[in-house]
């Protein structure tokens, strides 16, 4: 009678074990990654290379962070965007998070993505050959040869033309004439000989190195110009609540950046494929062009300060009124410590198993299990029938004590 309790017994547990352990495995699911609004101005921008780069080579997926990419029609709707909160974090050039500064929207830089101007001066081959130019000659030499030339530039970079112009102690307006042109028709215009030379960026500056022969000149990207270079520019921020909140979530984002600024440095090819993942629209020759372009531009760390605020107000955009940072508390806009806590902590741990919740078990799954312990069960009653068969019957003696 015990043997038969405990075959019974132990058929229940089996049973529950089998229908219960086998469903688990079968419909279990990885800790949901945490997702995480992003505004970019721009979807493509290369001059966004860290960002981009981090994103395609699952650098926010190593920390559990999907990113859900928000990207206005315009690119001057960010900051409007950016005001009324639409997405906690966001990827923005520095006329715009210093409006937002300047206004006291309640914004933090914590990562930088460039530290080199992505602006740079290219000429058509034969103008370049015409006047005897050479690149590696001193930067003032180069610019002086373009004495009485025709510069395209979009309405805002004139502030960075004359900057660098005086970097060398010369005025751009008395050397070149600088032809205004926007920045989609920078490229139609140097083909129709409005202009000698270019001062773009991306996308512009690859359409005219790879489809209309020209010759760089300046590279600022590269560093040509120490005065422009090692530069707060381009930055992740947050909104402060939102890193209150989640500031977890914002350091392993940062950690994410500084893996895909390492990459950039470290292997260009493997950044080309991330980056083509991240953008698959791109044209891969363009990238192929710009990632050696603007490879020098990446900062080598993401790292963020107050002292870099007012040399990028210097270059606010000509076509704009810089606003005024007087009397703010930079240190309440630009937090270095969660770059030194992405840096110095290990990658965010998965969730322990306990706070995975799973789904229900499937019918299947159940009738799996309970066919298993079935069998198994079947199997347990004959082996005990058995033995109680061989088992000899006590003796008159000993039933009656």
């Known amino acids: 009678m015990v043997t038969r309790v405990l075959h019974r017994l132990s058929f229940i547990a089996l049973f529950l074990v089998l229908a219960f352990g086998l469903a688990r495995p ?5 800790s949901p990654r945490t997702p ?4 970019v101005p721009d979807g493509d921008n290369l001059q966004y290379l860290a960002f981009w780069a981090a994103q395609g080579a699952g650098y926010f997926a190593d920390e559990g962070i999907d990113i859900d990419l928000l990207v206005p029609e315009l690119p001057a709707q960010a900051i409007a965007k950016a005001i009324a909160g639409e997405a906690p974090v966001a990827v923005l050039p520095p006329p715009v998070y210093l409006e937002l500064i300047a206004d006291r929207v309640p914004i933090v830089l914590v990562a930088n993505l460039l530290r080199n101007d992505p602006i740079n001066l290219v000429v058509r081959r034969s103008v370049f050959e015409q006047h005897a130019m050479n690149a590696a000659a001193p930067l003032r030499d180069r610019l002086m040869s373009l004495q009485g030339l025709r510069v395209g530039v979009a309405p805002g970079p004139p502030t960075r033309l004359r900057a660098l112009f005086s ?3 010369l005025d751009a307006d008395s050397v070149v004439k600088i032809v205004i042109r926007r920045g989609p028709d920078q490229n139609d215009a140097f083909a129709r000989d409005e202009c000698d030379a270019l001062f773009a960026h991306t996308p512009y500056l690859e359409k ?7 010759v760089m000149l300046v590279d600022q990207s590269g560093g040509d110009v120490p005065a422009l270079a090692m530069r707060q520019i381009h930055g992740l921020v947050a909104r402060r609540e939102y890193l209150d909140a989640h500031r977890s979530t914002v350091v392993g984002m940062t950690r994410a950046l500084a893996r895909g600024e390492t990459l950039v440095h470290a292997d260009l090819a493997a950044t080309e494929e991330a980056v083509m993942r991240a953008l698959p629209s791109l044209e891969r020759r363009h990238l192929h062009t710009m990632l050696r372009v603007y490879q020098r531009a990446v900062p080598e760390t993401p790292v963020v300060g107050t002292d870099g605020l007012a040399p990028a107000l210097e270059l606010f955009p000509a076509s704009r009124t810089p606003p005024s940072l007087e009397g703010i508390s930079l240190a309440d806009f630009v937090d270095p410590t ?3 806590e992405a840096m110095g902590a290990q990658p965010t741990p998965k969730p322990p198993a306990a706070r995975v919740v799973r789904p229900p078990a499937s019918w299947l799954s159940l009738s799996v299990g309970a066919l298993v312990g079935l069998v198994v069960y079947v199997l347990l009653r004959r082996r005990g029938g058995s033995r109680d068969h061989q088992e000899p019957k006590p003796s008159a003696s000993s039933r009656t004590g």
């Open 167 to 169: 970097s060398v102690g």
């Open 26 to 30: 079968a419909q279990a699911a990885e």
């Open 338 to 340: 969660v770059l030194a």
């Open 36 to 39: 995480v609004r992003v505004l």
């Open 208 to 214: 005219a190195l790879d489809d209309q022969d020209a």
